[in-house]
């Protein structure tokens, strides 16, 4: 009998922990004829009662599992833990607050018994969610494919189910600062986009607010792209010629005695500006890479675990 695991990373959900069982468990119980099933809570960190009640879930079902974590390591990294200790033929990776319905996995595994390795949510409609977040999300996305060497399909998040051969794939990747979507993307395989409506969150508030969804955006255009350091490059050479051409336009005004600069002031604060602006920014630039190779060369754990049921 084939598997299937469900991962669900839980940060302050104790608002939501009971509900999403109960869902995720009606709708594996509805085809347990034809799959075995685990549940995988990877609890990141969270000092409310998350943990507990996750602890007693775990003691009346043998299906669900738990992963604690020593602290908050961050969502992707929660997901990765869970990815580690899957023992399915099919994962399923979803949020708890469940605006990703439980009720669309027998779907999705219809489409991965045909023969997709990887499907993914595609959002066709997000209620609840504000015009700016919207807005800043197709910003996102149009950027990356704009800068990356591949395709991150529009409107997807984490909700997806993958075949176990491409979660062994992704687990032999050993970098820290996973963009998980980017990588179920970059690794290939025979891909379906599963189109669906998002709902509202059924309980508590976004773990996701502008300073982890700026941080979550900056993970996954460094991690697949140079491109903004030959973008900065060529800023700077754009630098170099519009000096240039501000240098030969004073020799002429002072050659030909034009009477329209005030003793260089208004040139030699616009160069200096443009030109500190643009180190600015190449240094900056230059300094995310340099971070991100320096969080690889330490060789930390992406996580720590404090404590794990039924594994």
């Given at each position: 009998m084939k598997k299937i695991s469900v991962v669900i990373p839980m940060y302050y959900e104790e608002q939501v922990a009971?509900?999403?069982?109960?869902?995720?468990?009606?709708?594996?119980?509805?085809?347990?004829?034809?799959?075995?099933?685990?549940?995988?809570?990877?609890?990141?960190?969270s000092k409310d009662k998350t943990l507990e009640i996750l602890e007693k879930q775990a003691k009346?079902?043998?299906?669900?599992?738990?992963?604690?974590?020593s602290r908050n390591f961050g969502h992707q990294a929660?997901?990765?833990?869970?990815?580690?200790?899957?023992?399915?033929?099919?994962?399923?990776?979803m949020d708890a607050d469940l605006q990703d319905p439980p009720e669309l996995i027998p779907d999705?595994?219809?489409?991965?018994?045909?023969?997709?390795?990887?499907?993914?949510?595609?959002?066709?409609?997000?209620?609840g969610e504000s015009?700016?977040?919207?807005?800043?999300?197709?910003?996102?996305?149009s950027t990356i494919n704009k800068l990356s060497d591949i395709d991150i399909?529009?409107?997807?998040?984490?909700?997806?189910?993958?075949?176990?051969?491409?979660?062994?794939v992704v687990n032999t990747l050993p970098e820290h600062n996973k963009f998980l979507r980017?990588?179920?993307?970059?690794?290939?395989?025979?891909?379906?986009?599963?189109?669906?409506?998002?709902?509202?969150?059924?309980?508590?508030?976004?773990?996701?607010?502008?300073?982890?969804?700026?941080?979550?955006?900056?993970?996954?255009?460094?991690?697949?792209?140079?491109?903004?350091l030959k973008i900065v490059g060529g800023f700077g050479i754009f630098s170099v010629i519009v000096s240039i051409?501000?240098?030969?336009?004073?020799?002429?005004?002072?050659?030909?005695?034009?009477?329209?600069?005030?003793?260089?002031?208004?040139?030699?604060m616009c160069t200096m500006t443009f030109l500190g602006g643009m180190i600015l920014i190449s240094l900056w630039m230059i300094g995310e890479y340099i971070a991100r190779i320096y969080d690889e060369a330490k060789d930390r754990p992406q996580y720590i675990i404090k404590k794990t049921i039924n594994l």
């Amino acid at each position: 009998m084939k598997k299937i695991s469900v991962v669900i990373p839980m940060y302050y959900e104790e608002q939501v922990a009971d509900e999403c069982t109960n869902r995720v468990t009606k709708v594996l119980k509805s085809i347990k004829d034809e799959y075995d099933y685990e549940i995988i809570y990877v609890n990141d960190g969270s000092k409310d009662k998350t943990l507990e009640i996750l602890e007693k879930q775990a003691k009346k079902d043998k299906h669900i599992k738990v992963i604690s974590f020593s602290r908050n390591f961050g969502h992707q990294a929660a997901v990765t833990a869970g990815l580690k200790y899957v023992t399915g033929d099919a994962i399923v990776i979803m949020d708890a607050d469940l605006q990703d319905p439980p009720e669309l996995i027998p779907d999705m595994l219809k489409e991965w018994e045909n023969g997709y390795e990887v499907i993914y949510g595609k959002r066709k409609k997000r209620d609840g969610e504000s015009a700016f977040k919207l807005l800043t999300a197709k910003a996102f996305y149009s950027t990356i494919n704009k800068l990356s060497d591949i395709d991150i399909p529009k409107n997807t998040g984490d909700f997806r189910l993958v075949d176990r051969k491409v979660v062994d794939v992704v687990n032999t990747l050993p970098e820290h600062n996973k963009f998980l979507r980017g990588l179920f993307s970059w690794v290939g395989f025979n891909q379906y986009a599963y189109e669906y409506e998002r709902k509202e969150r059924f309980a508590g508030e976004t773990k996701y607010p502008l300073k982890k969804m700026l941080k979550l955006a900056s993970d996954g255009i460094i991690s697949f792209s140079t491109k903004p350091l030959k973008i900065v490059g060529g800023f700077g050479i754009f630098s170099v010629i519009v000096s240039i051409l501000i240098l030969i336009y004073s020799i002429l005004s002072y050659v030909f005695k034009w009477n329209n600069l005030t003793a260089g002031w208004t040139s030699m604060m616009c160069t200096m500006t443009f030109l500190g602006g643009m180190i600015l920014i190449s240094l900056w630039m230059i300094g995310e890479y340099i971070a991100r190779i320096y969080d690889e060369a330490k060789d930390r754990p992406q996580y720590i675990i404090k404590k794990t049921i039924n594994l």
